[in-house]
């Protein structure tokens, strides 16, 4: 077995005390020794701190300050109602369009046909017009 020198020894106590004295004062240096009494964790629940910190307002209240924007909201209200529509009414156009189809009489699926293109054409403006009116 090899013997290590004393003054070997204490050389390599020499350098892991420097690497220990260099990485407390790295760590000094640039991490805050307050960072976690700074930024504690509040485990509360939100509703607990909603409650504490916002006062009680009505339905009411909150309508009276939206007083301005209540035309977009009807205009809203009106063109979300078009748009959750617009798939029976579909339906209902597709299912007597192909009821008129079935018909005896060419002249009369000709006539009935051009009534129900009309319809669709109507409905496609609709449904177009209140998606531009709900987007905007």
Known sequence: M????SGEESWAMDISKNTEDKERFIE????????LEEDKIDFS???????KELPKS??????RLNKPEWP???IAC????VMGATM??????FGSLIQVLGLPNRAE??????KYSIYFVTAGFGIGLSTVMQVT
């Open 45 to 51: 629940s939100p509703e607990e701190n909603v409650a």
């Open 2 to 5: 090899a013997q290590v020198n």
């Open 88 to 93: 029976p009414v579909l339906a209902v156009l």
């Open 72 to 74: 977009y909201i009807f």
């Open 28 to 35: 000094e240096e640039f991490v805050k020794r307050d960072f």
């Open 109 to 114: 699926i000709y006539n009935e046909t051009n």
């Open 78 to 81: 009106v063109c979300s109602i």
């Open 58 to 63: 009505s339905l009411l209240q909150v309508m």
